[in-house]
């Protein structure tokens, strides 16, 4: 069940990082203004794979052509990885949070 269930996550990220990196690419008025919620639904992906244990190698191939994700990446994978559920989930929250505080400071 754990190789399906990230087999299933790498799928939702691989869609997510497309869906977001689109969007980043295309030309943007004087400030773009990112849209925070995507993307800490994108960092809580990212952890959630770091917390199922998906190896780093397979995530960074995912975004090769992203360096700002990759980022994302090795941040998540800095933190440590939990055994327990309840742990699992908290890494994934605070992770989300922190990325989104980051992202709706960058548009002010």
């Known amino acids: 069940m754990k190789l399906t269930a990230t087999s299933l996550a790498i799928a939702i990220l691989t869609m997510t990082a497309t869906s977001v990196s689109s ?59 939990y055994a327990s559920e309840g742990r699992r989930a908290d890494a994934v929250q605070t992770f989300k949070n922190d990325v989104m505080l980051m992202c709706y400071k960058s548009n002010q």
């Open 23 to 81: 969007q980043w690419m295309q030309p943007q008025p004087e400030k773009p203004q990112t849209d925070c919620n995507q993307l800490g639904q994108f960092a809580a992906e990212i952890m959630d794979n770091r917390q199922l244990g998906v190896d780093i190698g397979t995530i960074m191939g995912i975004f090769a052509a992203y360096p700002a994700f990759q980022t994302m990446v090795l941040a998540a994978y800095e933190q440590p990885q």
